[in-house]
């Protein structure tokens, strides 16, 4: 089987979420392909989808270094190494991911996520508040910056922020 058959199985099975079936094929292609950032991207993704962030945290760290210009890439790593439990080179890899694209609701929020396991509460709301703003109804932001206000023990503003997240959803 060709390697572009191999890879295009693969990302069939992928897009079927069988990722254990995408795992093994994105694998063998990668062993004619070892630099193919897109099979390691999603390579990753399947792993992460199977609930295996150790594993994948390799793959995307070669992704990472093969390709320095993909906002997904960063965000992806520090959602895998938040999983695994390892909050400051999650916070590296979320600023990386919003340098490249700022506009990014979801890196905003990721970021004040690991400030508040840092108890960075400050900065944590003004990361919420940047993800509020490119996105208003995001209740997962708004329910994160309330967190971050009870932990300053400004509870009335944190009521109306969980408030507010509920009236999202």
Known sequence: MSPEKVFRDALSAFNVRR???????????LKSQPRHVGALNLLTLALMGMQRFAEAEEFIAR?????????ASFHNY????KALNKP???????TNAL????????????????????KLYEKAIADFDQAISL?????????NKGKSLSELK??????????KALSRR
């Open 135 to 143: 996105s208003p109804n995001y209740a997962g932001a708004i329910a």
């Open 154 to 163: 400004l509870h009335a503003e944190a009521l109306n922020a969980y408030d």
């Open 78 to 81: 520090g959602i895998i190494l």
């Open 19 to 29: 990722y254990d079936d995408a795992e093994r094929l994105f694998k063998k292609f």
């Open 88 to 94: 400051k080179q999650a916070l590296e890899q979320f």
């Open 99 to 118: 340098r490249l694209n700022s506009k990014a609701a979801e890196s905003w929020n990721n970021r004040g996520t690991i400030y508040n396991e840092l």
């Open 63 to 71: 992704a990472v270094k093969l390709h320095q210009g993909s906002d």
